[in-house]
Structures are given as structure tokens and as C-alpha cells.
């Protein structure tokens, strides 16, 4: 398994578990929606409820469980990446200066031959994702291993192919590095 972690803050972003593909200076992390139960009353801890002859059907939440469910994003949900809102587009803007200035400033100490091509790929992902339509519909996420925001946002967006709509998750290419576990 190859885990991508944040260069700036080592925070785990995302697995090969999902279809990984490059574009552009981006993986683009392919998600689908589904819905997790966080339902911890019925863990297997050998005990035999059935057993027991004073053993009732006492709801989860009574018994101190957590009961409810999560729906969303894969890549978001299990991944746990922390929603954040940019009140509009230009605080947006100067985060992600900040953060390409950070970033060129690693990737000139580790690939200094990289430099030019990633202020590229900033360039056209600048154009292409931060027009107020299309910027509108994006959703930004942290890790929750990053509570100072000090790293990359993923950036969730939806695509349709063959007519069907998909969500996908972004994240800037020099950004990211690479753990075998």
C-alpha cells in the first residue's frame, strides 16, 4: 500500500486504494459516495448476549454507543479530511499563494529542475479551477492531522462520464510524497 502524504506537514491525504491518476500537476483521487455507520454497540467482544437471561434490546445510544451514520465522499470520509469554507474566492487566492510559496521553496531544495514545470501546472490550474463559476462548486478539506492549515487543501470537484456524474478529489502533485508501507 503507498500511503501520499503532505510534503509541508507529513499529514496522510489519501491511499492507492482508490483509482489514482495524474493531470496537470494533480492526482486526481476518483471517489464515489457511500455511507458509513459508526455504530459501536455491536462490537464482537466474545460475549454471547443470547446467553444471558437478563439480556434486553437496549438501543445503542442508551448504552453509550455511538449510533449514526456518515454519508459523503469516500476519499473524504475515510481518509478523514476536515471540510474548511473560504468565505469567496480571493481569501482562497491568498491562501494559495502562501502555500505555492512554501511549496516552491521545498521543491527547489529537493528538484530544483521541477521548479519551472510546477509554476505551470499553478498557472493552469489557477485558470481553470478559480473562475467564479466553476469555483463555486469546489469544496476544500484539510487533514485533521493539519489544525493549523498549514498544508494543501484537497479540493473535491464532480466530472461526468458516459453521463454520469463522479466526485473526485484533487491534490497539487509536488505537494504530495510517497510512504510504502
Given at each position: 500500500?503507498?500511503i501520499?502524504?503532505?510534503?509541508?506537514?507529513?499529514?496522510?491525504?489519501?491511499?492507492?486504494?482508490?483509482?489514482?491518476?495524474?493531470?496537470?500537476?494533480?492526482?486526481?483521487?476518483?471517489?464515489k459516495?457511500?455511507?458509513?455507520?459508526?455504530?459501536?454497540?455491536?462490537?464482537?467482544?466474545?460475549a454471547?448476549?443470547?446467553?444471558?437471561?437478563?439480556?434486553?434490546?437496549?438501543?445503542?445510544?442508551?448504552?453509550?454507543?455511538?449510533?449514526?451514520?456518515?454519508?459523503?465522499?469516500?476519499?473524504?470520509?475515510?481518509?478523514?479530511?476536515?471540510?474548511?469554507?473560504?468565505?469567496?474566492r480571493?481569501?482562497?487566492?491568498?491562501?494559495?499563494?502562501?502555500?505555492?510559496?512554501?511549496?516552491?521553496?521545498?521543491?527547489?531544495?529537493?528538484?530544483?529542475?521541477?521548479?519551472?514545470?510546477?509554476?505551470?501546472?499553478?498557472?493552469?490550474?489557477?485558470?481553470?479551477y478559480?473562475k467564479?463559476?466553476?469555483?463555486?462548486?469546489?469544496?476544500?478539506?484539510?487533514?485533521?492531522?493539519?489544525?493549523?492549515?498549514?498544508?494543501?487543501?484537497?479540493?473535491?470537484?464532480?466530472?461526468?462520464?458516459?453521463?454520469?456524474?463522479?466526485?473526485?478529489?484533487?491534490?497539487?502533485?509536488?505537494?504530495?510524497?510517497?510512504?510504502?508501507?
Amino acid at each position: 500500500m503507498i500511503i501520499y502524504k503532505d510534503v509541508l506537514t507529513g499529514a496522510e491525504l489519501f491511499t492507492d486504494a482508490y483509482s489514482v491518476t495524474e493531470e496537470d500537476g494533480l492526482y486526481i483521487v476518483r471517489g464515489k459516495h457511500i455511507t458509513v455507520s459508526t455504530d459501536t454497540s455491536n462490537i464482537d467482544i466474545g460475549a454471547n448476549a443470547s446467553q444471558d437471561p437478563d439480556a434486553e434490546d437496549i438501543p445503542a445510544d442508551e448504552l453509550g454507543g455511538d449510533a449514526h451514520t456518515q454519508s459523503g465522499v469516500d476519499v473524504i470520509i475515510l481518509n478523514k479530511l476536515v471540510k474548511q469554507e473560504f468565505g469567496e474566492r480571493k481569501q482562497y487566492m491568498d491562501h494559495l499563494k502562501a502555500y505555492f510559496h512554501q511549496l516552491k521553496q521545498y521543491v527547489n531544495k529537493v528538484t530544483p529542475k521541477r521548479v519551472e514545470d510546477m509554476e505551470k501546472d499553478l498557472n493552469n490550474f489557477v485558470k481553470k479551477y478559480t473562475k467564479s463559476k466553476v469555483f463555486k462548486n469546489l469544496e476544500f478539506y484539510t487533514s485533521q492531522d493539519d489544525p493549523e492549515f498549514e498544508g494543501m487543501y484537497a479540493i473535491l470537484d464532480y466530472r461526468e462520464e458516459d453521463g454520469n456524474e463522479y466526485p473526485c478529489v484533487m491534490f497539487f502533485k509536488d505537494g504530495v510524497t510517497q510512504v510504502k508501507c
